[in-house]
């Protein structure tokens, strides 16, 4: 079966740094590309990032640019989402994607099959 969990959500204050991970099972990276995905109160869900199959990473959200990276561990079959220098504005609910693709990843929700349940992130001092 296969599965997603996303962990490391929580409260932090402006200009702080969190790192989320999301654990997945009952599937290899190596076939998969994952994506974080955020969603706000009252917005759409958003793409932020992907990293594919292959180890290549992209960002598609300009809001996050140089403060956000994508990262994995394929023997521990799990993706990261290192955030940096938070803003209150990225105060969401956080989920990580699968979109079995080759060399390639997406940032439209739809291009995803899987998904984890989220995890809270929320800046404020």
């Known amino acids: 079966q296969l599965q997603l969990v996303e962990s490391g959500g929580g409260l932090v204050q402006p200009g702080g740094s969190l790192r989320l991970s999301c654990a997945a099972s009952g599937f290899s990276l190596d076939s998969y590309a994952i994506g974080w995905f955020r969603q706000a109160p009252g917005k759409g869900r958003e793409g932020l990032l992907c990293i594919s199959n292959s180890g290549g990473t992209t960002t598609f959200a300009g809001s996050v640019k140089g403060r956000f990276s994508i990262s994995r561990v394929v023997a521990n079959n799990t993706v990261y989402l290192q955030m940096n220098s938070l803003k209150p504005e990225d105060t969401a609910i956080y989920y990580c994607?699968?979109?079995?693709?080759?060399?390639?990843?997406?940032?439209?929700?739809?291009?995803?099959?899987?998904w984890g349940q989220g995890t809270q992130v929320t800046v404020s001092s």
């Open positions: 994607a699968a979109e079995r693709s080759y060399f390639y990843c997406s940032d439209s929700v739809l291009s995803y099959n899987y």
